[in-house]
């Protein structure tokens, strides 16, 4: 890839991640105007915080990847373009669980009329889905020739990272589609900074 078409592939991507945040607003916004609440408004904004830095984290983490990998080729360009893609699916759940989330801190359950159960399978597909990517996205970077042995070990640690929050959600989805396992497949998402912490403090990066 020439860097004129890397630079408009990364202005591309900014904008579907910008686009993603904005229909988060959109999500969250929507039920505090259909139901004309104060309560149900302050109670989306922590929802709303959750899903921006889930959004912001994968974001990042393209940018990452792109100082490690420099202008990169056809593979390089077919991941972020599947990366957006499923980016642009997953913020469908991502919505519902804040929406979710939010009526959970109001005590309105009802005010979500679908299946938990089918959320959270949903959600952790997604969330693995875009997990495995950004993992290949990080081992694509070790094809950059030019990379500094320390450059190396980074890359390959971040794809690690990657992979541990990949089966976490493959986990979550797995015991989302049990009946009645479902209740515990969000609690392991918490689980995550226990594991990345301990994987980041054992990992020699340089």
């Known amino acids: 890839m020439t860097p004129e078409s890397t630079k408009r592939l990364?202005?591309?991507t900014d904008a579907a991640f910008a686009f993603a945040v904005t229909l988060m607003v959109v999500g969250a916004g929507g039920s505090a105007a259909e139901g004309a609440t104060l309560e149900s408004a302050v109670a989306s904004i922590p929802s709303f915080a959750i899903g921006f830095a889930i959004i912001t984290l994968f974001w990042f983490s393209h940018v990452q990847w792109r100082a490690l990998r420099g202008a990169g080729d056809a593979r390089s360009l077919l991941l972020t373009l599947l990366l957006i893609f499923i980016m642009l699916i997953y913020i469908?759940?991502?919505?519902?669980?804040?929406?979710?989330f939010a009526a959970f801190?109001?005590?309105d359950m009802g005010a979500y009329r679908g299946s938990l159960g089918q959320l959270f399978?949903?959600?952790?597909?997604?969330?693995?889905?875009?997990?495995?990517?950004?993992?290949l996205l990080f081992r694509d970077a070790l094809r950059n020739g030019a990379l500094l042995p320390d450059k190396r070990r980074e890359a390959t640690g971040q794809a690690w990272i990657w992979v541990i929050?990949?089966?976490t959600g493959l986990i979550s989805a797995i015991l989302s589609s049990i009946t009645g396992a479902h209740a515990f497949a969000p609690f392991l998402y918490a689980t995550l900074p226990v594991?990345?912490?301990v994987f980041a403090w054992r990992w020699r990066w340089e």
């Open 105 to 107: 801190l109001i005590g």
């Open 92 to 100: 469908v759940p991502l919505r519902s669980m804040a929406l979710s």
């Open 195 to 197: 594991t990345i912490g």
């Open 10 to 12: 990364d202005n591309f």
């Open 121 to 135: 399978t949903i959600y952790g597909v997604g969330f693995t889905a875009m997990s495995a990517l950004t993992a």
């Open 165 to 167: 929050l990949a089966f």
